[in-house]
């Protein structure tokens, strides 16, 4: 092989389909090649010996440069190299990422009697992420099962799950279907989408953190996200407003959702 390379994120994951281009040091173009699937650059085109430039570009990083000697034989050997995603943030890598429910919660605040907030969280959800080569084309689809509500008391929660609210029975998924993303910082998007909540369908925008990668115990490799919303039950035809004293209502109209995320890379979940 005449030229070959591997190229890979900071994390070691590999950049599939980067292009490097290698010009002579007059500029002058002699080879364009994209890497395989793995990330890697095998060409059997031989290349005079000599200086040359290779430039390496791919989707979503900042492009790199490198200088490079062809041997007597037309070989040139560029080793292993590290692109950075644009903005000096490492994203997981692109492919399918599954929630960990276990390990993740989706909780959700009201005001109580205009003191206090009353939490509750959702035991029974299933989330999945599609990472894109181009970030912001990247999808996420959640279904939450209503009736898993959970705020620690069991009067409460029964009429959370009664018409007075979420009416499971009538509507037992609240789904969000993303429809896109919008940067607002390195690691930090809006998130575009819409909710099925209690039979209506709306927009609702989600703030987006990104909070890193990491290898775990079993062998798996998860990406962590926080996101908050915030919602008023109004729009979801939710208008259960019980006075308790003048102006001041047993359960206030916003709602602030709260995600806690740790997904698993792949279409399935390792233990733990």
Request: net charge negative.
């Amino acid at each position: 092989m005449a030229l070959s390379a591997r190229i890979r994120t900071r994390d070691g994951w590999a950049v599939p389909h980067a292009v490097v281009t290698v010009t002579d040091m007059t500029g002058t173009q002699l080879l364009r090649v994209a890497a395989d699937s793995e990330g890697n650059i095998v060409d059997d085109t031989h290349l005079a010996p000599g200086h040359c430039t290779a430039i390496i570009t791919a989707v979503g990083y900042a492009p790199l440069a490198r200088t490079a000697i062809v041997t007597a034989t037309g070989r040139a050997d560029l080793g292993n190299l590290v692109l950075a995603r644009q903005g000096g943030v490492e994203l997981p890598p692109p492919g399918p990422w599954t929630v960990d429910s276990v390990n993740s919660s989706v909780a959700a605040a009201a005001q109580h009697l205009g003191l206090s907030s009353v939490r509750g969280r959702f035991l029974d959800f299933d989330v999945r992420i599609e990472i894109a080569e181009d970030a912001v084309k990247s999808r996420v689809e959640a279904v939450i099962r209503a009736a898993s509500i959970d705020t620690g008391n069991r009067m409460r929660d029964d009429h959370l799950r009664s018409t007075d609210f979420l009416d499971v029975d009538r509507f037992p998924e609240i789904t969000y279907v993303s429809t896109g993303l919008t940067p607002t910082a390195p690691d930090r998007w809006t998130v575009h989408g819409e909710l099925s909540l209690h039979g209506v369908v709306r927009p609702v925008d989600l703030d987006l953190a990104y909070l890193g990668t990491g290898p775990d115990p079993w062998g798996g490799f998860r990406a962590a996200f926080r996101a908050t919303a915030e919602l008023h039950r109004d729009d979801f035809a939710i208008s259960y407003n019980e006075v308790v004293r003048v102006g001041i209502a047993a359960v206030g109209a916003k709602l602030k959702v709260e995600l806690d995320i740790q997904a698993v890379q792949g279409d399935g979940l390792t233990m733990g």
